[in-house]
């Protein structure tokens, strides 16, 4: 089992940035993969972002590329999200997942949210 609790999240105006962090704990030594994925109200969770296991490959949805930035310090079992000149598009919950089998995510944090004023 893993668990995933993510953290961070907040109120800013848009323009702002903000850092999610995402804490891992239990059996972290089988994670791969892990992401991040937004839900916005009366919409479906989207892709974000992800990372590979050792940290040295990301990729992004095109709606983020170039603003947020994903990272995970593996001695501290921790996986982050710098989010740059935010939205109120951006607006949503965001959740942190992790892959163990190599067949798509399969543990997911409970979110946090984060609101971007205009």
């Known amino acids: 089992q893993v668990q995933l609790v993510e953290s961070g999240g907040g109120l800013v105006q848009a323009g702002g940035s903000l850092r999610l962090s995402c804490a891992a704990s239990g059996r972290t030594f089988s994670i791969h993969r892990m992401g991040w994925f937004r839900q916005a109200p009366g919409k479906e969770r989207e892709f974000v972002g992800g990372i590979t296991r050792s940290g040295t490959s990301t990729w992004y949805a095109d709606s983020v590329q170039g603003r947020f930035t994903i990272s995970r310090d593996n001695a501290k079992n921790t996986l982050y999200l710098q989010m740059t000149s935010l939205k109120p598009e951006d607006t949503a919950v965001y959740y942190c997942?992790?892959?163990?089998?190599?067949?798509?995510?399969?543990?997911w944090g409970q979110g946090t949210q984060v609101t971007v004023s205009s």
């Open positions: 997942a992790a892959d163990t089998k190599r067949l798509g995510y399969n543990y």
